[in-house]
């Protein structure tokens, strides 16, 4: 008997307390007593609904609820979409179901609610280890907040990570050494590690721009790349992607799956999807905006933007940009069963080989992997390995 597919599942949830000044996601600040929780759950149920019935069969592996501040959302949300899932699709005997969550946001009776709600892993935000540069990161919480938080979460959740960011202006790679040995000392088993990006929609990308703020220029940030993997290798926390590291058994399934080039169900505003219906892969993407999301929700029971099948160069081209941010890289054979073409057929060899002889990538007859160096440089050595393809 054939095993049903392994689907995805990502419920986009807009709403934050506060707009921290370098994030770009889609996420907009709102006071907690302005959110409309039954209207939010009626609406991604609706949409969810609609999705299930427009898709194949699949077996739900993971569902995760990312935003914005999902922590925000009422835990019987939660319980509602997992149960209406459960209605319609097959379930994972180990389905994850991870919850971003911020300091300021949870205490333990919303933990307790959330974990009775069937969520089992935790992503909280803490950013930085550091008053000052939490000031600086414009975050609505301070170092012991946080710590707090994660001690709440900690009793309640066995997969817990946090997410903090580096490589922030005027940072020393000296302090983030002190601040990386702090992090490792909580002994967790799965840290996301971001270097700062300056996103030019972002005040903090503006100040960037207009040179009020300097940021690390590219040696700086090769060597604050290079540290933080070095000593994450060292406390067995090594990488699986450019900015997840990890013990094997903690690697965060939903994402790993996606990376792999997986389907998935995109729900909310915003949102993007790789939606599989009548046996092809759909990219799909929901209205950004909550409010006109929610309105062509209640009128047409989706919020799609687009929805279109991808092309199949479209799809190899696109495994190929998710698979080389692994460190196992793109596996041949899956490559060649997801896009039904060889790898080599679709990056020009003497790019990869040009490539490998600068230290950027690795081959063998499995795999195609990037280096450390490589995964430093992912955009450029995509471009080459695509721009130069047959
Ligand atoms: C969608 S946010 C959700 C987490 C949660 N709302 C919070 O902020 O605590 C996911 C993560 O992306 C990272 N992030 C957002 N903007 C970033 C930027 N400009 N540079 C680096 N990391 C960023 C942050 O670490 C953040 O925790
Ligand atoms: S970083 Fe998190 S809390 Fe801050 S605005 Fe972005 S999604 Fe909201």
Redesign the pocket.
Known sequence: MSRDPQLGVYIHWPW?LSK?P????N?QAIDPKDIDQEGWRKSLLAELAHCLGATDRARIGSVFF??????LIDPASIAAILELLSKHRPISKQLEVTL????GTIDAKRLDHFRQAGVNRV?????ALDDQALKQLG?SHDTKAALKALDLIRKRFERVSI???YGRPGQSLNSWQDELTKALGLGLDHY?L??????SS?P??RAALEGRIKPLDGDSEADFFAMTQDQMGAAIRCAYEI?NYASKSAYCRHNLDIWRGGTYLGVGPGAHGREPRDGQIHATERLADPLAWAKQVAAKGHGYKTCEPLLPGERAQELILLGLRLTEGIDRARFARQSGFDLAEVINPLAVQRMAADGYIQQDCTSLRTTPQGRQLLDSVVRILLSESL
Do not use: K
Request: with cysteine.
């Open positions: 934050c921290c370098y994030c770009d996601f996420s990312g935003g914005g501040t999902p922590s971003e969550a911020n300091p992503s909280l935000g803490m950013q975050r997410d903090l960011i996301s971001y270097q700062l990006t300056y996103e972002t903090l990308g900015s």
